[in-house]
């Protein structure tokens, strides 16, 4: 019976973290997208890919437009799985081109977070969601 009454406090934890999780993500698409600094979102590894990414399409020439957006399907203690959605989201080249990658439009993704929910890994599949 003890059980009972503290299953509507799990699944509320629960419920917290992914919620948590999904604003984290929510505003590192946003200041990605933005070329903003990502020191407020990410952290570790995570940080460290993604300046390297930034200093790789800078260089390169590349610059995006549309937001990405992640659907946090679970999150529980320190990692979060869903499905990123690239839809929106476009690629231009130097000679203002458009790129057209070659891989779905809705990824599944697996992020690592701290416990003030900045993102420590993020790794994007390639499967579809």
Do not use: H, W
Not at 31 to 42: F, R, Y
Not at 80 to 109: H, T, Y
């Amino acid at each position: 019976m003890r059980l009972l009454l503290l299953l509507p406090l799990l699944v509320g934890c629960a419920q917290s973290e992914q919620v948590m999780l999904q604003q984290t993500l929510d505003e590192y698409a946003k200041l990605s997208s933005q070329s903003d600094s990502l020191v407020t979102v990410l952290t570790g590894e995570a940080l460290a890919s993604a300046e390297n990414s930034a200093q790789l399409l800078e260089k390169l020439g590349i610059s995006q437009t549309g937001l990405a957006r992640f659907e946090v399907s679970e999150a529980v203690n320190g990692l979060g799985r869903g499905c990123l959605d690239m839809s929106e989201v476009e690629l231009v080249d130097a000679q203002g081109e458009l790129i057209i990658p070659s891989r779905p439009d809705r990824v599944e993704f697996e992020a690592g977070y701290e416990q003030n929910f900045l993102i420590s890994s993020l790794f994007i599949s390639e499967q579809s969601c």
